[in-house]
């Protein structure tokens, strides 16, 4: 064995003569972080890379065509390492990866390291290898990943020892708090569809289970937790599927007519994107992403043109949605964009692609919850308006009999030891109306109105009827009726008087004969010489 790794060190050594073909080295400075950009190449001996510790020469690198077959790509560069750190990590991002395999040669040492979809220890989510570059000395770098199809855009960088710890620590980190909040909003939004029986939260919690599961696949979570391996059946269908499913959530949220045809042109839409998710499983991996991108373009458009709709025909719930929509396509529009033009504009676009999904599921989630208010409020507003005064703008008698009811239970448990009605009609009413007109009548009854309410501090005043108010309180009121008086005289209502009857519930011990006796004892003080 000895012998054979003299052999191997001997052709590696050589083969530094010949790196130089390939590039100028690449100069390391400073122990920073350092972006590698090098075109990939083909190696043409297939039966020979299949050996652990071959790589290829000069002569059996090929560059990559665009029919060339994207599953095994080598990348070939020269380090120079001008720093005092030898120890570094070699990282691989953009693309999925089943395996990396990296290879060293100086004039001293040579070293094999390989990462990838497969289970370590300790705990480790990324596909980083382990590079080691003597100080001040040239080492040639071998790369060779492998995949069911490797992104164009795949991108190497190079990290120093003491700073890849604190990378790995924040790439994990941002992985699992993005999964983990992802998770709890599903969790979350699926407890609460069952004390509103709202279809939108069980649509929110499918499609974020998916895109959820999806991404756990994509980094390593769920091969950790369950040893799922990484496949298009557990990737990229589970997003066709989340698609179809955030396109259901959308009619039910916006509030779509259920039978509309806009409606049934986004159900066939999601019917689609299920068969087009099956169907791609049959095809090449490399379609199948094509078919995915498009689908996710057109999915994101529909998404995003229904919120944008609906807010502008005044569904203000759709603001937030419409925020997380387009926080979700702005990314994916730049991703496009670099893809066009042969680069990145990202250092790790699925982790970034990760965590736009996470503001849009806050954003959805957020949406959901402002529409739950926003339906709160409507109800609160539409029972203001059924049980107020349109005139005066008081509680009217649908309040009163609610509140009479409240009182009398507040009652019969000592909350409330005593507490008074008084009921008031407004005389001269009707000789206003047809002297003066109605206008005058309804303002007479919005002066007694603000004087009855100043009188009562503000608190249980509704008018009942035509010219009919009641008065709930915990205290009798003393009136001042000159004050009364004088305000009708000065509004031109000098024939106009108010007639009070008052009852407490402690002498009447019914809601009934509460409000009769007060009525009784107003229309006594009405029918008197006073």
């Not at 400073?30 to 001996?45: D, F, G, K, R, T």
Request: net charge neutral; charged share 15%.
């Amino acid at each position: 064995m000895n012998v054979f790794y003299r052999l191997l060190l001997a052709t590696l050594t050589a083969l530094i003569i010949t790196g130089g073909a390939f590039g100028a080295p690449v100069e390391i400075h400073s122990a920073e972080q350092l972006y590698i950009s090098v075109l990939p190449q083909i190696a043409s001996n297939n039966e020979q890379e299949r050996t652990e510790l071959w790589i290829p020469g000069r002569e059996d690198l090929t560059a990559v065509q665009v029919k060339s077959p994207r599953t095994s790509l080598w990348y070939r560069f020269d380090l120079l390492n001008r720093s005092d750190q030898e120890k570094w990590y070699l990282q691989v991002t953009n693309s999925l990866i089943n395996e990396v395999n990296v290879y060293t040669v100086n004039a001293n040492d040579h070293h094999h390291g390989h990462n990838g979809y497969t289970l370590a220890i300790p705990f480790d989510l990324s596909n980083a290898v382990a590079l080691p570059l003597p100080s001040n000395k040239a080492t040639s770098v071998w790369v060779n990943v492998q995949a069911s199809y490797v992104s164009p855009n795949l991108l190497i960088s190079v990290i120093p020892e003491d700073k890849y710890s604190q990378y790995h620590f924040n790439y994990t980190s941002m992985i699992l708090i993005a999964i983990g909040a992802m998770l709890a909003l599903v969790i979350y939004n699926a407890f609460l569809y069952f004390p509103t029986r709202d279809p939108s939260f069980l649509w929110y919690a499918s499609y974020q289970i998916l895109c959820t599961f999806a991404w756990a696949v994509h980094f390593k979570v769920m091969l950790y937790c369950f040893g799922l391996e990484l496949d298009a059946s557990t990737l990229y269908l589970p997003f066709f599927i989340a698609g179809a499913t955030s396109l259901m959530f959308a009619i039910a949220f916006l509030k779509l007519p259920q039978r509309g045809w806009l409606a049934l042109l986004v159900r066939a839409f999601a019917i689609g994107l299920v068969v087009f998710g099956l169907l791609g499983l049959l095809l090449p991996i490399e379609v199948y992403q094509t078919i995915l991108a498009v689908c996710v373009c057109a999915w994101m458009f529909i998404m995003l043109s229904l919120g944008v709709w609906r807010l502008n025909k005044g569904y203000r719930p759709a603001r937030i949605y419409v925020v997380g929509f387009s926080v979700m396509t702005t990314y994916f529009m730049f991703t496009m964009a670099g893809n066009l033009a042969g680069t990145t504009l990202f250092d790790n676009q699925m982790l970034w692609a990760l965590w736009a999904q996470l503001f849009d599921s806050i954003a959805l989630a957020l949406a959901l919850a402002d529409r739950i208010n926003f339906l709160r409020k409507s109800r609160q507003h539409a029972d203001k308006r059924a049980s107020t005064d349109q005139l005066t703008g008081l509680p009217n008698r649908t309040a009163f009999e609610r509140d009479v009811r409240a009182w009398e239970v507040y009652y019969s448990e000592g909350i409330v030891p005593e507490f008074f009605l008084t009921f008031i009609d407004v005389d001269g009413l009707k000789r206003v109306n047809d002297q003066m007109g109605h206008n005058e009548g309804d303002r007479l009854l919005s002066l007694v109105a603000q004087w009855l309410t100043s009188q009562s501090n503000q608190q249980n005043v509704y008018r009942i009827g035509g010219d009919e108010f009641v008065i709930l309180s915990r205290q009798q009121i003393q009136w001042n009726l000159s004050s009364l008086h004088t305000l009708l005289i000065a509004e031109g209502f000098p024939n106009s008087d108010l007639s009070i009857g008052t009852s407490s519930y402690s002498e009447s011990g019914s809601r009934s004969t509460l409000l009769k006796l007060a009525d009784e004892r107003m229309y006594a003080i009405k029918h008197s010489s006073r």
